[in-house]
């Protein structure tokens, strides 16, 4: 029987397959939550390069929210992101939501980034 950690890990290697054959040579938004805080990184996979990330983590953060773990957090990392990708010259992106489903913070971080002017 399989792990749970084993079931995300087959959801996360469709998916990204999945991205593979649709991307189109864009690079990544890549999101991992957790209990606590949600993080995001613009990933240049050709390159093996990470372009730009965000965390509900950084101080900067922190002082304006409530909790890491919230939607208003994954908005705000969504925005930040966006803001960061846009200064290292990314604006088309390919979203990379893990194994987690399209819906609450993920949606949320999602959001953020289209309104901080990522297209995808």
Known sequence: ?????????????RLRFQ???KSGGRVRLSVFRSGRHIYAQIIDD??????AA???LEKT????????ADKDAAAAVG?????RA????????VFDRGPYLYHGRVKALADGAREGGLSF
């Not at 029987?1 to 290697?13: C, H, P």
């Not at 925005?79 to 803001?83: D, G, P, W």
């Not at 846009?86 to 992106?93: L, N, P, R, Y």
């Open 1 to 13: 029987m399989a792990s749970k950690l084993d079931l995300e890990a087959r959801r996360r290697r």
């Open 19 to 21: 991205l593979r054959q």
């Open 46 to 51: 050709k390159a093996g390069r990470t372009l």
């Open 54 to 56: 965000a965390s509900s």
């Open 61 to 68: 953060m922190r002082d304006g929210l409530k909790t890491g």
């Open 79 to 83: 925005k930040l992101v966006a803001e």
């Open 86 to 93: 846009i200064a290292a010259g990314v604006t088309e992106v």
